[in-house]
């Protein structure tokens, strides 16, 4: 019997990247998927088909995370056609680096609107739903920049460090209805955004990492599935660094 069988799963920005390989991995271990993502183009359509073929309900929704009445309405969607939310995982992000004197005050915006007010947009719409089962796990995608900084991405790295403390107060808020919260920070992960970087920047970050490689999708998504599942029943209010033993 997999980990997660008989629950089901709601990830954001899961047509690719790690949030899609969170999906699949859930599907293994016997979930049903609901996933969103801001189009359902081919590339979320061939996502539906390869979770599908684990035999698991899957489906896929167009929904924009930053938006507060979208994300409602498509909660409300979701438990029509699922009738239960047992697994939150906040995955949606973005990036658009600057140094702080170049930022602009768009910059700053989308990215605390994608990233972080989406997280507060899903556990507002999930969390009633979650305490009528009297249980659920909710995961949100921090990021190790997110507890150490990083030069040229203040806005990103603010938004993930309000990821953590916001899994952690929603463990101590809700924890006695049974909802647990967690992050995962995810150091340098091997997808689209990573291996575009210029071969010197990479070589800079392989040189940090003890384990001398990056990480790979399904390095997150097995965290991702120790968090949801009953595994981690006493697991709350963490942040569980997935990074290779990086010292940033
Ligand atoms: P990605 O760019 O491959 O995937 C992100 C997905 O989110 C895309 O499918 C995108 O369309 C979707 N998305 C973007 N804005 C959205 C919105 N407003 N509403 C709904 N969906 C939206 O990124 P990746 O690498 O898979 O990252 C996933 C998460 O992991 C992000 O939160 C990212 O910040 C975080 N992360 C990634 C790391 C890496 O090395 N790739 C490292 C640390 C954290």
Do not use: C
């Not at 801001?38 to 489906?59: C, R, S």
């Not at 989406?118 to 949100?140: D, E, L, T, Y």
């Amino acid at each position: 019997m997999g980990l997660l069988e008989g629950k089901v799963a709601l990830i954001t920005g899961a047509a690719r990247g790690i949030g899609k390989a969170i999906a699949l991995k859930y599907a293994s271990e016997g979930a049903d998927i609901a996933f969103t993502d801001l189009v359902i183009n081919e590339d979320a359509e061939k996502t539906v088909a390869e979770i599908e073929a684990f035999g698991h309900k899957v489906k896929a929704y167009a929904s924009n995370a930053a938006n507060f009445d979208e994300t409602h309405e498509v909660v409300e969607q979701i438990k029509a056609d699922f009738g239960k939310i047992d697994i939150l995982v906040n995955n949606a992000g973005i990036t658009k680096d600057g140094l702080m004197l170049k930022m602009t005050e768009q910059q700053w915006d989308a990215v605390l609107a994608v990233n972080l007010k989406s997280a507060f947009n899903f556990i507002h719409a999930v969390i009633p739903v979650m305490m009528r089962q009297k249980a659920g796990s909710i995961i949100n995608m921090s990021s190790v920049v997110g507890v150490h900084g990083n030069a040229a991405q203040a806005n990103y790295a603010a938004s993930k460090a309000g990821l953590i403390a916001l899994a952690k107060s929603i463990g101590q808020e809700m924890g006695r209805k049974g909802i647990r919260a967690n992050a995962i920070a995810p150091g340098f992960i091997e997808t689209a955004m990573t291996q575009a970087l210029p071969e010197e920047v990479r070589a800079e970050w392989m040189e940090r990492i003890p384990l001398r490689r990056g990480g790979t999708v399904e390095d997150i998504a097995n965290v991702a599935t120790f968090l949801a599942s009953d595994m981690s029943s006493y697991v709350s209010g963490q942040v569980i660094q997935v990074d290779g033993g990086m010292n940033m």
